[in-house]
Every structure is written in structure tokens, then in C-alpha cells.
């Protein structure tokens, strides 16, 4: 069992930064890839971001890509999404989630653990 524990979130500006941290407890984080996911109201959970096991390969959505970075640091049981360039159209609930057996979580369907997420609220 894994627990993950979404931080990082808050009310920010159009064009500000936020970090966001996924916490892992229970078993070790380097065992699973993991990913994140966002959900606005009204909308389907949509991918954002994801990573391997080791931390070398990133992949991340078009809507995304070139704002946020995805990281790992497994020493600390911790996976962070670094977001930059924040638009009003970010403004969701962020997940975490982790897998013991795809090497990345690009869908939903494939997660094994989920946070219980944080908010991003960006106001233009």
C-alpha cells in the first residue's frame, strides 16, 4: 500500500510559478512510476505529466509542455511538478498518482494509487 500526499498548491497570477510535491509513505517511491493528472469542474481528469522510475524520462502534455517539469527525487520519496508560465486554463485540482507496473502513468486507468490532490486556482 502507498499513500500519496499532494502539497504546493494555492491562488496565484496568470504568468506566476508554483511547485507542487506528491509525497509517498508506505513503500518506497522508486518502485512506481508516477504521474499527474488534473481535473477541473466539470471536465474529465486529464494527463499532465509523468515519470519513470529512475527520473530520466519525462513526458508531458501539449499544454503543458514547455511550462512544467516534472521530477524525482527517490531518496525523499518525493515527486514534484514544477509549473511556470501559469494561465488561467491551469486552474484545476492536481493529482498524483502512482503505478507498480507501467513504466509511465499516462491514463487513469493505469494508476494503482492516487492522491487526494491539491488546488491550482489562477486568476488572470
Known amino acids: 500500500q502507498v499513500s500519496l500526499v499532494e502539497s504546493g498548491g494555492g491562488l496565484v497570477q496568470a504568468g506566476d510559478s508554483l511547485r507542487l510535491s506528491c509525497a509517498a509513505s508506505?513503500?518506497?517511491?522508486?518502485?512506481?512510476?508516477v504521474g499527474w493528472f488534473r481535473q477541473a469542474p466539470g471536465k474529465e481528469r486529464e494527463f499532465v505529466a509523468t515519470i519513470n522510475r529512475e527520473g530520466t524520462i519525462p513526458v508531458y502534455a501539449t499544454s503543458v509542455k514547455g511550462r512544467f517539469t516534472i521530477s524525482r527525487d527517490n531518496a525523499k520519496n518525493t515527486v514534484y511538478l514544477q509549473m511556470n508560465s501559469l494561465k488561467r486554463e491551469d486552474t484545476a485540482a492536481y493529482f498524483c498518482?502512482?503505478?507498480?507496473?507501467?513504466?509511465?502513468?499516462?491514463?487513469?486507468?493505469?494508476?494503482?494509487?492516487w492522491g487526494q490532490g491539491t488546488q491550482v486556482t489562477v486568476s488572470s
Open positions: 508506505g513503500r518506497t517511491l522508486s518502485n512506481f512510476a
Open positions: 498518482a502512482a503505478s507498480f507496473f507501467v513504466t509511465q502513468v499516462v491514463r487513469a486507468t493505469e494508476a494503482d494509487y
